[in-house]
């Protein structure tokens, strides 16, 4: 800290040396630095200097930076007629030190005194210019970094709500299809094992690879399978579904956890009607796009029943795939259907 006051004064002290001998050049009479007009040039400095750093100081950042212009205006008025009292009064008292009051014996001094107030507000009209550039450039800065720490702010607020809408499959599935476990277990039937081995695969693409931008469609569509049929064991004969895929390449790419909600969702609002849960599951993909479609049986009641998980799924959309999906949902007093398709040809935001 007193390391770069030490610059900082140097560099001050340096800027006022080579104003002094700008003024010592551009006051003589000729090319040749005379004594005379270099005390003459000193006896100005004080003023000069003064009225500088009013300007850079106390005027700029005080009241032109914070656009009290009223202020800046009036005493900058006010800075003017004192600093060119002040500079008549240093011509004057320059010149008789320097002639003991025999001013004709100043030949080597052939500016007048308009002149020199010139001279000096140049130095001051500059300097101030170089300050406020300063100040716009730090305010630049400044601005910028704010933007910055914004921007972050609102990208980690869309990690966050992204990371919620994740695991927003419900927790009744967990619990429901753990009691058919548990009652699978009881009864030591055969399917106990195939249960496990499907629940650990989803509790592991539930878990870990939620945490990727981006998973294989193949493996989004493995755990729709896994989860259909822990789904298919727990309804028992009460539930028909079909699931037809068409993938042309095995490099196609989602946000995980996209699809399996729109699942869980039919499953979970769905409505047996003459004893059966109907549910249809249509996926098509290429490298230009995918389209999910999903239609399920449906009531007036199951119908009022989905908003809060679907608006969840919609949230999410827009997060990872801004201006890059469709989603059209129908409902009727008998079936519900959703169809989303979503473009690939340009990047999904990479939001986690």
């Given at each position: 800290m007193v390391l770069k006051k030490l610059?900082?004064?140097?560099?001050?002290?340096?800027?006022?040396?080579?104003?002094?001998?700008?003024?010592?050049?551009?006051?003589?009479?000729?090319?040749?630095?005379?004594?005379?007009?270099?005390?003459?040039?000193?006896?100005?400095?004080?003023?000069?200097?003064?009225?500088?750093?009013?300007?850079?100081?106390?005027?700029?950042?005080?009241?032109?930076?914070?656009?009290?212009?009223?202020?800046?205006?009036?005493?900058?008025?006010?800075?003017?007629?004192?600093?060119?009292?002040?500079i008549v009064f240093s011509i004057f008292y320059a010149l008789a030190y320097l002639t003991n009051f025999e001013f004709s014996n100043i030949t080597s001094i052939s500016k007048s005194a308009l002149f020199i107030i010139t001279c000096v507000y140049l130095v001051v009209v500059v300097v101030s210019a170089f300050k406020l550039l300063q100040l716009n450039l730090k305010q630049s800065k400044n601005n910028a970094a704010l933007e910055t720490k914004i921007l972050e702010t609102q990208l980690k607020l869309k990690e966050q709500e992204l990371n919620y809408l994740k695991m927003q499959i419900h927790p009744h599935f967990?619990?429901?299809?753990?009691?058919?476990?548990?009652?699978?277990?009881?009864?030591?039937?055969?399917?106990?094992?195939?249960?496990?081995l499907k629940l650990?695969?989803?509790?592991?693409?539930?878990?870990?690879?939620?945490?990727?931008?981006?998973?294989?469609?193949?493996?989004?569509?493995?755990?729709i399978e896994d989860y259909i049929s822990l789904e298919k064991i727990r309804f028992n004969d009460t539930l028909n579904v079909s699931l037809q895929k068409s993938i042309n390449s095995k490099h196609i790419e989602v946000a995980p956890m996209l699809l399996i909600p729109f699942v869980e969702n039919s499953f979970k609002h769905g409505a047996i009607k003459n004893g059966i849960l109907d549910i249809n599951i249509s996926i098509e993909a290429n490298t230009s796009e995918v389209i999910f479609k999903i239609n399920n049986s449906s009531t007036t009641e199951a119908i009022k029943m989905n908003g809060i998980g679907l608006e969840n799924i919609k949230k999410r959309l827009e997060l990872a795939y801004p201006n890059q999906h469709q989603l059209t949902i129908n409902n009727t007093e008998t079936n519900f259907t959703v169809l989303l398709i979503l473009n690939l040809k340009s990047k999904p935001a990479n939001v986690q």
């Amino acid at each position: 800290m007193v390391l770069k006051k030490l610059k900082h004064a140097l560099a001050h002290l340096l800027f006022w040396v080579a104003v002094l001998f700008l003024f010592t050049s551009v006051f003589s009479v000729d090319s040749a630095i005379n004594i005379n007009v270099l005390y003459f040039s000193i006896f100005l400095m004080p003023v000069t200097i003064t009225t500088t750093y009013v300007s850079v100081y106390k005027l700029i950042p005080e009241y032109l930076v914070t656009k009290n212009y009223y202020k800046f205006t009036l005493y900058s008025v006010y800075t003017f007629v004192i600093s060119v009292f002040g500079i008549v009064f240093s011509i004057f008292y320059a010149l008789a030190y320097l002639t003991n009051f025999e001013f004709s014996n100043i030949t080597s001094i052939s500016k007048s005194a308009l002149f020199i107030i010139t001279c000096v507000y140049l130095v001051v009209v500059v300097v101030s210019a170089f300050k406020l550039l300063q100040l716009n450039l730090k305010q630049s800065k400044n601005n910028a970094a704010l933007e910055t720490k914004i921007l972050e702010t609102q990208l980690k607020l869309k990690e966050q709500e992204l990371n919620y809408l994740k695991m927003q499959i419900h927790p009744h599935f967990l619990f429901n299809t753990l009691n058919t476990l548990y009652g699978f277990a009881l009864k030591k039937a055969e399917e106990t094992p195939d249960m496990i081995l499907k629940l650990s695969n989803l509790l592991d693409y539930l878990l870990y690879q939620v945490d990727k931008p981006f998973v294989s469609l193949n493996d989004e569509i493995n755990h729709i399978e896994d989860y259909i049929s822990l789904e298919k064991i727990r309804f028992n004969d009460t539930l028909n579904v079909s699931l037809q895929k068409s993938i042309n390449s095995k490099h196609i790419e989602v946000a995980p956890m996209l699809l399996i909600p729109f699942v869980e969702n039919s499953f979970k609002h769905g409505a047996i009607k003459n004893g059966i849960l109907d549910i249809n599951i249509s996926i098509e993909a290429n490298t230009s796009e995918v389209i999910f479609k999903i239609n399920n049986s449906s009531t007036t009641e199951a119908i009022k029943m989905n908003g809060i998980g679907l608006e969840n799924i919609k949230k999410r959309l827009e997060l990872a795939y801004p201006n890059q999906h469709q989603l059209t949902i129908n409902n009727t007093e008998t079936n519900f259907t959703v169809l989303l398709i979503l473009n690939l040809k340009s990047k999904p935001a990479n939001v986690q």
